[in-house]
Every structure is written in structure tokens, then in C-alpha cells.
């Protein structure tokens, strides 16, 4: 539980939008894993699995409150680079904070694949297996949520706001 409660918060945020509410789902999923432990196979991922019961008990909860979630830069969990300069550093939380208010202009299935990948920093296999869906759907779903947030971004389509720059 301690190697992936951070994981399990930060997921259950990302779907629930409400602190509370992601501590809740990611207990309530600890506790479900706990009891599911008979059904999961051997030999397969446990990160993944658990990261699948993490976002249904998230999105259960988020359903029943019906709320839309923002995040925010502090929810990006940015941490700049101590080596940075001081004006490179401010530069980089505003890059990451304007792709943070573009994630929120996206569709919620746009935004969680996006916020799987680039903030939780997912494999396509993890993605995969907690979203319930093939690696190509990943792929593919991943593919064009970075073109739609990439119109977000640069409208003009002058090549300035590449998204999967870190």
C-alpha cells in the first residue's frame, strides 16, 4: 500500500478533481484490491491492476458527486530543475501551466490519457492495463489527444506549442 498510495492519490485526483474525494477512492481501492487479491493473476503487473481499480472506484465516485474536475499547476506536481536559472525555472512553470489550462479545455478522455502519460508518467502497457483497453487504442487515443491539444495550444500552427517537450 505505501509503494503506491502517492500513485493511487494522484490518479484518483486526476478522474475525481476533489482532494477528498481521490483520498477516499484511493483507500476505498486499496481496500477492493485487498479483497480482489484471489482474482489477480500471477505473474501479471500488480501496478497496473491496482491503477484499474483506482480509476473505477475514482470515476464511480466522481460520477455519483457529478463534478468536473480543473487541475492546477500545484496538482502537476512541478518541480523545477535546481540547476536551472532562476528565469528558466519561471519559464518552465509557465509552460507547464499553460499546458495545464489546455489539459482542462480537453475532453475528460483526452485529459486522463494525456495525465497518464506526460504527468504519472504511465507506460502505454500501464496505460493499457488501467484503462481496460488494447496498447494500439492507446496509441492511438494518446495520438490524437496530442493533436487536439496541440490546436489548443498553437491555433496559428506555428510549431511553438509542442506538447510532448518536458
Known amino acids: 500500500m505505501r509503494r503506491y498510495q502517492e500513485l493511487a ?16 477512492a484511493a483507500q476505498e481501492a486499496f481496500v477492493k484490491a ?10 501479471a503487473p500488480f ?14 465516485r466522481r460520477s455519483s458527486t457529478a463534478r468536473r474536475f480543473t487541475l492546477s ?11 536551472e536559472s532562476p528565469e528558466d525555472t519561471i519559464l ?14 480537453l475532453r475528460e478522455d483526452d485529459r ?11 507506460s502505454e ?17 494518446l495520438s490524437r489527444a496530442l493533436a487536439r491539444a496541440r490546436s489548443l495550444l498553437d491555433p496559428a ?3 511553438d506549442g509542442n506538447v510532448t517537450d518536458r
Open 9 to 24: 492519490f494522484r490518479v484518483a485526483y486526476v478522474i475525481t478533481g476533489s482532494a477528498s474525494d481521490a483520498e477516499d
Open 34 to 43: 485487498y479483497f480482489a487479491l484471489g482474482r489477480f493473476r500471477t505473474g
Open 47 to 60: 501496478r497496473p491492476w491496482m491503477l484499474q481499480i483506482v480509476a473505477n472506484v475514482a470515476r464511480n
Open 73 to 83: 499547476l500545484d496538482d502537476a506536481a512541478f518541480v523545477p530543475d535546481t540547476e
Open 92 to 105: 518552465g512553470a509557465e509552460r507547464v501551466e499553460r499546458l495545464i489550462d489546455c489539459l482542462n479545455e
Open 112 to 122: 486522463r490519457i494525456l495525465t497518464y502519460r506526460y504527468l504519472l508518467e504511465l
Open 125 to 141: 502497457a500501464e496505460m493499457a492495463d488501467s484503462l481496460g483497453v488494447a496498447r494500439g487504442t492507446v496509441k492511438s487515443r
Open 157 to 159: 500552427g506555428s510549431g
